[in-house]
């Protein structure tokens, strides 16, 4: 198979892969590294450059770490139209938790409140009864029917689709 | 972003005032996805992780320091969240819908169709190798070869010694090649 990457008439000096790691102990992986990234001070990049231009393996070095990189920089891509903006999900996330706490506790006061009202109202017990059967049955249906949607949202593949 | 504006909506956020935040998303979601995309290996898992990193990060917003700089913070909570959701296997390294998902870029449009093509065979092989070389060795070359950070960023993001950086850079590069090697790559 042929490295597509870096032409020869990109890399014109040519290198080869297999003696990567041999760096001669007066430059350092680490300088070398610098050197390559633009990392180095002016006076360390000039003793290294000196150091390259003495040292054809050095050379081969450099120029195997530079066509990498210039070919991985050359590499960027981009999703394009098939990435949406996170920033909804995100603000759904962020935001419908407070809305849904001021909804239960709204929604808690007022039942205590009424449950109040109606257990000291002088009404007959057995209406009373009656009344406190019907809507505890509809709070515990309602209950039940919000419960069951949340767990199936929870576990739901499309919930992300975009329609 | 100037990172005074920064400043001023991240203030603003910390204040509670989540309407703020969407110019940070939309400033910082381009970068945060090509990281996410480069250790995660698919845009779906990226999304993923991108989004809930925005949530994490605006959730610690009141623990942040605003003498910092956002953007390395922000980072270092995204890569987390990566390497969190490779390691509970929710999610692995996968390049199986990768060419499907992503384009190149504008620029390749005006190469003639041999170059392109040229180009996505390099593409392929150079995420095959990434693929190869496990997570350490591609968060690094991912920070520095697609998000081009300045080395002092880098140590920031992923909490090492300035120092430590060139060495990881040095061995994570090694390493590429040496999968562009196994992979049967000859370099000219």
Same mark, same amino acid.
């Given at each position: 198979?042929?490295?597509?990457?870096?032409?020869?008439?990109?890399?014109?000096?040519?290198?080869?892969?297999?003696?990567?790691?041999?760096?001669?102990?007066?430059?350092?992986?680490?300088?070398?590294?610098?050197?390559?990234?633009?990392?180095?001070?002016?006076?360390?990049?000039?003793?290294?450059?000196?150091?390259?231009?003495?040292?054809?393996?050095?050379?081969?070095?450099?120029?195997?770490?530079?066509?990498?990189?210039?070919?991985?920089?050359?590499?960027?891509?981009?999703?394009?139209?098939?990435?949406?903006?996170?920033?909804?999900?995100?603000?759904?996330?962020?935001?419908?938790?407070?809305?849904?706490?001021?909804?239960?506790?709204?929604?808690?006061?007022?039942?205590?409140?009424?449950?109040?009202?109606?257990?000291?109202?002088?009404?007959?017990?057995?209406?009373?009864?009656?009344?406190?059967?019907?809507?505890?049955?509809?709070?515990?249906?309602?209950?039940?029917?919000?419960?069951?949607?949340?767990?199936?949202?929870?576990?739901?593949?499309?919930?992300?689709?975009?329609? | 972003?100037?990172?005074?504006?920064?400043?001023?909506?991240?203030?603003?956020?910390?204040?509670?005032?989540?309407?703020?935040?969407?110019?940070?998303?939309?400033?910082?979601?381009?970068?945060?996805?090509?990281?996410?995309?480069?250790?995660?290996?698919?845009?779906?898992?990226?999304?993923?992780?991108?989004?809930?990193?925005?949530?994490?990060?605006?959730?610690?917003?009141?623990?942040?320091?605003?003498?910092?700089?956002?953007?390395?913070?922000?980072?270092?909570?995204?890569?987390?969240?990566?390497?969190?959701?490779?390691?509970?296997?929710?999610?692995?390294?996968?390049?199986?819908?990768?060419?499907?998902?992503?384009?190149?870029?504008?620029?390749?449009?005006?190469?003639?169709?041999?170059?392109?093509?040229?180009?996505?065979? $390099? =593409?392929?092989? @150079?995420?095959? !190798? &990434?693929?190869?070389? /496990?997570? #350490?060795?591609?968060?690094?070359?991912?920070?520095?070869?697609?998000?081009?950070?300045?080395?002092?960023?880098?140590?920031?993001?992923?909490?090492?010694?300035?120092?430590?950086?060139?060495?990881?850079?040095?061995? $994570? =590069?090694?390493? @590429?090649?040496? !999968? &562009?090697?196994?992979? /049967?790559? #000859?370099?000219?």
């Amino acid at each position: 198979m042929t490295w597509v990457l870096s032409t020869r008439e990109e890399h014109p000096q040519g290198y080869r892969s297999r003696e990567i790691g041999v760096v001669p102990e007066r430059v350092t992986h680490e300088e070398l590294m610098c050197f390559i990234d633009g990392e180095l001070s002016p006076e360390e990049a000039r003793r290294v450059e000196a150091e390259i231009v003495a040292s054809t393996e050095l050379q081969r070095e450099v120029a195997v770490f530079r066509a990498m990189k210039a070919d991985f920089q050359d590499l960027t891509f981009d999703p394009g139209d098939r990435h949406h903006s996170v920033w909804d999900s995100v603000n759904r996330r962020l935001t419908r938790p407070i809305g849904w706490l001021l909804l239960i506790v709204g929604v808690a006061i007022w039942t205590a409140y009424g449950g109040y009202v109606f257990a000291t109202s002088p009404t007959n017990p057995w209406e009373k009864l009656a009344t406190g059967a019907v809507a505890i049955g509809i709070l515990l249906l309602l209950a039940s029917v919000i419960w069951d949607r949340y767990r199936e949202s929870l576990n739901d593949p499309y919930h992300d689709v975009y329609r | 972003m100037r990172p005074d504006l920064e400043r001023e909506l991240i203030r603003k956020c910390k204040a509670g005032d989540a309407r703020f935040y969407e110019p940070l998303v939309r400033a910082y979601e381009p970068p945060g996805l090509r990281l996410a995309i480069g250790m995660m290996g698919n845009l779906e898992d990226a999304r993923d992780a991108l989004q809930e990193a925005f949530i994490k990060t605006y959730q610690s917003l009141p623990r942040f320091d605003l003498k910092r700089p956002f953007g390395p913070w922000f980072f270092q909570i995204l890569r987390n969240q990566c390497r969190d959701m490779l390691r509970s296997r929710k999610a692995r390294f996968n390049l199986e819908t990768l060419d499907e998902q992503l384009e190149l870029r504008p620029a390749d449009a005006e190469q003639g169709p041999e170059r392109r093509r040229e180009r996505a065979t $390099a =593409r392929d092989l @150079l995420w095959r !190798a &990434l693929e190869r070389i /496990g997570e #350490e060795h591609r968060e690094i070359l991912v920070l520095k070869e697609l998000e081009g950070f300045r080395y002092a960023e880098i140590a920031a993001i992923l909490g090492i010694p300035e120092g430590t950086v060139a060495s990881r850079l040095f061995h $994570a =590069r090694r390493a @590429l090649k040496e !999968a &562009l090697d196994d992979m /049967g790559v #000859e370099y000219p």
